[in-house]
C-alpha cells in the first residue's frame, strides 16, 4: 500500500502537477505608479499644471473608477495639461535607471511632484 501511495506522489511530482513555476517566483514585480487626477506638478522653474490621463484610477470617494489617472509605464505616457496659461496636451519621455524614474517634457524639462506642504 504505502508502494502505491509513494509511487503515485512520484508520478505527480515527476509529472510537474502542482509544482509552482519557480521563474514566476523568483521575478521581480515593478510597482505600478499612477498619478492622481489633478496631481500638481512642476513644469518649469516658475510653472505648476495639474496632470490628467486616460488611465482608470480608483478612488475611495467614488463608488467606480476614473479614467483621468496616469499610468507611468513605457518609454513615454501622453498627458493633458490644466494651468492659468489654459488646457494641452503633450507626451512625456519616461526614464527609469537604478529604482529611479524622471518624467521628462518635450522642451527637456524634467517633471517634479509640488509637494503638498
Given at each position: ?30 510597482p ?50 490644466v ?29 517634479r ?5
Amino acid at each position: 500500500m504505502n508502494k502505491i501511495i509513494f509511487t503515485a506522489l512520484l508520478g505527480l511530482t515527476l509529472s510537474g502537477c502542482d509544482v509552482p513555476d519557480l521563474a514566476k517566483l523568483t521575478e521581480k514585480q515593478a510597482p505600478i505608479i499612477t498619478l492622481g487626477m489633478g496631481a500638481e506638478v512642476q513644469i518649469d522653474d516658475a510653472k505648476t499644471a495639474k496632470v490628467y490621463g486616460s488611465d482608470a484610477c480608483h478612488s475611495e470617494l467614488e463608488s467606480g473608477p476614473l479614467n483621468h489617472c496616469t499610468r507611468l509605464a513605457g518609454d513615454a505616457v501622453q498627458v493633458t495639461l490644466v494651468s492659468d496659461s489654459g488646457q494641452w496636451s503633450e507626451v512625456w519621455d519616461i526614464n527609469q535607471a537604478n529604482d529611479k524614474m524622471t518624467l521628462t517634457r518635450p522642451n527637456g524639462y524634467s517633471v517634479r511632484l509640488v509637494s503638498s506642504n
